[in-house]
């Protein structure tokens, strides 16, 4: 009877010392955006451009304004934050695309197949 008494009572104690569940942050689930690849910085759109991360509209007109004038060939000219500019390249077919992170699925095509 002692047992049973005890087990009574911590059965009715657990839901009592269980912590409740904290809020999860939907928004902050859904909008982690994950860059992946590379784009080219001499072919790429406008849009394409404001895709990538840390790049802002002042050093997209930079980057438009330059490339008109020449290709670009060096991307330490264009003095870029150092995330931004480990997505980009002189040369070659853009391989960039962005997914997002929880769940994990890709939100975009890349520019190289979505211009075929």
């Known amino acids: 009877m002692y047992k049973l008494t005890i087990g009574f009572f911590l059965i009715l104690s ?3 010392a ?3 569940a904290a809020p999860v942050a939907i928004s902050d689930q859904t909008s982690y955006i994950r860059v992946l690849g590379r784009l080219n910085v001499n072919t ?3 849009a394409q451009l404001e895709q990538l991360p840390d790049l802002d509209s002042s050093k997209i007109d930079a980057i ?3 490339r008109s004038q020449a ?3 060096d991307l330490s000219s ?3 934050p150092e995330e931004t500019e480990n997505h980009l390249k002189t040369d070659g077919d ?3 695309y962005r997914i997002r992170q929880n769940p994990l699925r890709r939100v975009d095509q890349s520019p190289a197949s ?3």
Do not use: Q, V, Y
């Open 64 to 66: 438009l304004r330059a």
């Open 71 to 73: 290709p670009i060939s």
């Open 18 to 20: 269980a912590k409740e």
């Open 44 to 46: 790429a759109t406008r």
């Open 78 to 80: 264009l003095a870029l």
């Open 94 to 96: 853009s391989n960039l």
């Open 14 to 16: 657990l839901p009592a």
């Open 114 to 116: 979505a211009a075929r």
